[in-house]
T-cell receptor, first 115, second 108 residues
């Protein structure tokens, strides 16, 4: 079974703090993704990575950065947290390629509250 | 027009009913389609993949209609445990685009 883990289930941070969200997968997947999910807006892609040290912007990258130093680990960084970044953050991973390799597997999510 | 559209529901059905959701998409180049199930405050979990015209797994059937650009999910003999939000997704340039989900409530 694919296992994707995230460092925290719940996190409360103050406005202006730097926040690190960690994601680790154990299936040797090339692709890793960070999404945020908000009521009525669905899943929105923040950043993704298809290889170590490679990253691509998703649909809403503003206010976020990412780091992928090892294949199994993908970090999301909020440089200066703001209240509009209060959300559920979901990490996912998939194999590289087409067809079945598009199947993404999600971690349990981190519910971040910025006060 | 959104790339992927789903009726948000909720669909409220009795146990044992058959229920179907549709998901329309705008990118005719998409080749891989998926249905995910998401329970309240949990992560999405892959339910079914559709690469050709359809796929069946027990009580669940997914169909793809390329001409009309939609996929559907049919659930037969609904169980209380089927209550969840169902997200459709499809490939778009090595990523997946997700719908906002359809909420299903199965009542006793």
């Amino acid at each position: 079974d694919v296992k994707v883990t995230q460092s925290s289930r719940y996190l409360v941070k103050r406005t202006g703090e730097k926040v690190f969200l960690e994601c680790v997968q154990d299936m040797d997947h090339e692709n890793m993704f960070w999404y945020r999910q908000d009521p009525g807006l669905g899943l929105r892609l923040i950043y993704f990575s298809y290889d170590v040290k490679m990253k691509e912007k998703g649909d809403i990258p503003e206010g976020y950065s990412v780091s992928r130093e090892k294949k199994e680990r993908f970090s999301l960084i909020l440089e200066s947290a703001s209240t509009n970044q209060t959300s559920m953050y979901l990490c996912a991973s998939s194999l590289w390629g087409t067809g079945p390799t598009y199947e993404q597997y999600f971690g349990p999510g981190t519910r971040l509250t910025v006060t | 027009r959104k790339e992927v559209e789903q009726d948000p529901g909720p669909f409220n059905v009795p146990e044992g009913a058959t229920v179907a959701f549709n998901c329309t998409y705008s990118n005719s180049a998409s080749q891989s389609f998926f249905w995910y199930r998401q329970d309240c405050r949990k992560e999405p979990k892959l339910l079914m993949s559709v690469y050709s015209s359809g796929n069946e797994d027990g009580r669940f059937t997914a169909q793809l209609n390329r001409a009309s650009q939609y996929i559907s999910l049919l659930i037969r003999d609904s169980k209380l445990s089927d209550s969840a939000t169902y997200l459709c997704a499809m490939d778009s340039s090595y990523k997946l685009i997700f719908g906002s989900g359809t909420r299903l409530l199965v009542r006793p």
